[in-house]
């Protein structure tokens, strides 16, 4: 078990005709995720790849297929729509990769989704992957764009707002042989679902989770939001990198997110938090997997 997806998790694909949606689409489907729907309006009744039906809404779909997850390659402009008819659909989770979407219209769909069941992750995140026992990992559930042959089957959870650097962190892990729970991406936009702390306390619920790698980044209060439940509440190891320790302040670096303002948001204060908290703190992103392994011994 895992959290959030595993193997038998029935996944649908709005926008699974686009460019994006499609190449990202067969990749899933070739790690073996199971993807039983694709969502594109006025294309119901047609298939992706002939194995795949398409329909109209995202309703239809899930009441012909039983689906419970989405992943949404929606264009900016009809993204927040994308999450909302996810939502209206009672799916347990709906998972945006869009990037660009206004913050305008996030901060409509996070007071839209408050209090329903629908859970969200991202927008603009990589999305996420429980790793599979097969080759390359594969036979699990990869929702999203990232590389499914980086991963390896294990006890770590990976958290983290940066796409790239989380495939990186996979990797050093991977190759130091330390297997992976689940990796997902949060995203790095300033208005978004999932928070380093509703991962962080997932895994530490998680049975088959030994150990966290958490990758922040300038910006928000995510990191010391963890960092002060993991102070209270830390009962399994934890390692961290924080990236953007020479931004300058006010400047944009990368994600919409990360951008320091009024003092808040450094990254020596998100380093310094974590810290107090327990955690190991890798020096640099090349130490990300030695520092985790160091507190497996």
């Known amino acids: ?41 006025g ?5 992706f790849e002939g194995r795949v039906p398409i329909f109209d809404t995202v309703p239809e779909a899930v009441a ?21 008819e ?39 995140c990589p999305g996420l992957i429980t790793p599979g026992p097969g080759p390359n990992s594969t036979g699990g559930c990869k929702i999203g764009i990232m590389p499914g042959y980086i991963h390896r089957a294990g006890r770590v959870g990976v958290v983290s707002r940066s796409g790239t650097l989380t495939y990186e962190a996979v990797w050093q892990l991977t190759s130091l042989g330390i297997g992976q729970s689940t990796c997902i991406g949060i995203g790095g936009d300033p208005v978004a679902g999932f928070s380093h702390l509703d991962v962080v306390k ?11 790698l958490m ?3 300038i910006g928000g209060a995510g990191e010391e939001e963890a ?43 998100k380093i310094a938090a974590l810290q107090e ?7 640099n992103p090349s130490e990300m997997g030695r520092t985790l392994a160091a507190l497996l011994k």
Request: glycine content about 12%; overall charge positive; charged content about 20%.
């Open 1 to 41: 078990m895992s959290i959030l997806v595993e193997a038998s998790t029935r996944v649908l694909v709005q926008g699974i005709t686009g460019k994006t949606g499609a190449f990202h689409t067969k990749q899933c489907l070739d790690y073996g995720t199971r993807i039983v729907a694709g969502v594109t309006p």
């Open 227 to 269: 960092a002060a439940w993991l102070k209270a509440n830390r009962k399994k190891p934890v390692a961290a990198f924080i990236a953007g320790v020479t931004a300058p302040p006010g400047r944009r670096m990368g994600h919409a997110g990360a951008i320091i303002t009024g003092g808040k948001g450094t990254a020596p204060a």
């Open 86 to 124: 996810s939502a209206d659909a009672g799916l347990d989770l709906a998972v945006c990769i869009t990037e660009g979407i206004p913050v305008r219209d996030m901060v409509r769909v996070r007071r839209a989704m408050a209090g329903r069941k629908t859970l969200l992750l991202g927008p603009n």
């Open 215 to 217: 990758i922040g980044e």
């Open 43 to 47: 294309k119901g009744g047609e298939t």
């Open 202 to 212: 997932r895994f530490h619920e998680d049975p088959n989770t030994d150990a966290i």
């Open 64 to 84: 012909a297929t039983g689906a419970t997850v989405s992943v949404i390659y929606v264009p900016p402009a009809f993204a927040a729509d994308a999450i909302l």
């Open 277 to 283: 908290a327990g955690v190991a703190i890798a020096p």
